[in-house]
């Protein structure tokens, strides 16, 4: 079973920056990981995934530019939050997968493995 834990939220005012972070345990084979928000009412949306090994990345387009998700190891993730607006306000969460290669790695449903999730909140 995977176990995933989550740091670094917090309350910031809009233009500034965070650094989340996800620690894996108990896994055999994390080959994705990624961080994904979700706001009341609304749907989990991926964020952005990065592939064991620095393989690949992905990113929804409404923070390329602005987010960079890296993998410093095998069970580390960090993503790195600047330019934030309180279009970004939601709770993070980590999410892991192993198995194969898959296709849309940023769509939620892909992932088994979840953390309890970091509230990330930007005042305007």
């Known amino acids: 079973q995977v176990q995933l834990v989550e740091s670094g939220g917090g309350s910031v005012q809009a233009g500034g920056s965070l650094t989340l972070s996800c620690v894996a345990s108990?896994?055999?084979?994390?080959?994705?990981m990624g961080w994904f928000r979700q706001t009341p009412g609304k749907e989990r949306e991926g964020v952005a995934v990065a592939v064991i090994g620095g393989r690949a990345t992905y990113y929804a387009d409404s923070v390329e530019g602005r987010f960079t998700i890296s993998r410093d190891s095998a069970s580390t993730l960090t993503l790195q939050m600047t330019g934030l607006t309180p279009d970004d306000t939601a709770i993070y969460y980590c999410?892991?997968?192993?198995?194969?290669?898959?296709?849309?790695?940023?769509?939620?449903?892909?992932?088994?493995?979840w953390g309890q999730g970091t509230q990330v909140t930007v005042s305007s």
């Open positions: 108990g896994y055999t084979s994390t080959l994705y």
């Open positions: 999410g892991a997968r192993g198995g194969r290669v898959v296709s849309a790695p940023l769509a939620p449903g892909k992932y088994p493995y």
